[in-house]
């Protein structure tokens, strides 16, 4: 199943997911940590074939046998929580997705897995461009490019590539921001001025 996902066939990966799951069910029982790495990569099928609630389903389970077994702050445990960030993110559910990405986030800290906190920047950065905080985008964004590059990928790598371009967009967004703050601040300096007049010359007429 992993190697189908790794190559794109996500129909064969469920297959075989889904396989594994009823053999280790029949083996295992309901509660079993194995149980948990299969759901949790069935949810990951789900969201990439846009099954948003079938995921969550999924990875709900998932998170409460690895909490269980694994306690809450295993690694496993945070790849568990990126993943419910994912699906939140999805469903534009912004609050929610940045919960669980800074759950995930106090323990990949902890970790020092270079590459999973890039990945969980970088998503706090879409979740916090995509309803208008540029400022902190950018942050997420910038964190992400210093663990990318700590992990030794050089400028040309997709996923430095990509981020690179994030942080461009994201700086013009600050920039355009605080072009028309700066502009409504004017205005608003302009009509105080202008009532205060107005209200001078009604108090003296």
Not at 17 to 24: H, M, S, V
Not at 34 to 43: K, L, P, Q, S, V
Not at 69 to 94: Q, S
């Amino acid at each position: 199943g992993d190697v189908y996902y790794m190559v794109g066939e996500l129909d064969k990966s469920m297959d075989c997911y889904e396989g594994a799951f009823r053999i280790r069910f029949i083996k295992l029982g309901t509660d079993h940590v194995d149980i948990a790495a299969t759901r949790n990569n069935m949810g990951v099928v789900h969201m990439k074939n846009g099954e948003n609630d079938k995921a969550m389903e999924c990875l709900e389970v998932a998170l409460r046998i690895r909490e269980t077994h694994m306690g809450k702050d295993h690694e496993k445990v945070g790849d568990t929580l990126h993943n419910i960030g994912l699906v939140h993110k999805n469903k534009k559910e912004y609050e929610r997705a940045i919960e669980c990405y800074e759950r995930a986030l106090r323990i990949r800290k902890t970790k020092n897995d270079n590459t999973k906190l890039a990945d969980t920047f970088y998503n706090m950065g879409i979740v916090y461009a995509n309803h208008g905080g540029y400022k902190v985008a950018l942050s997420h964004y910038k964190e992400a490019l210093e663990c990318y590059r700590k992990t030794g990928l050089l400028d040309d790598h997709p996923s430095v590539v990509n981020t690179l371009q994030w942080i461009k967009w994201a700086d013009r967004q600050v920039q355009k921001q605080t072009q028309k703050q700066q502009q409504e601040k004017d205005g608003q300096d302009e009509d105080a001025s202008i009532t205060t007049t107005a209200t001078t010359a009604t108090i003296t007429l």
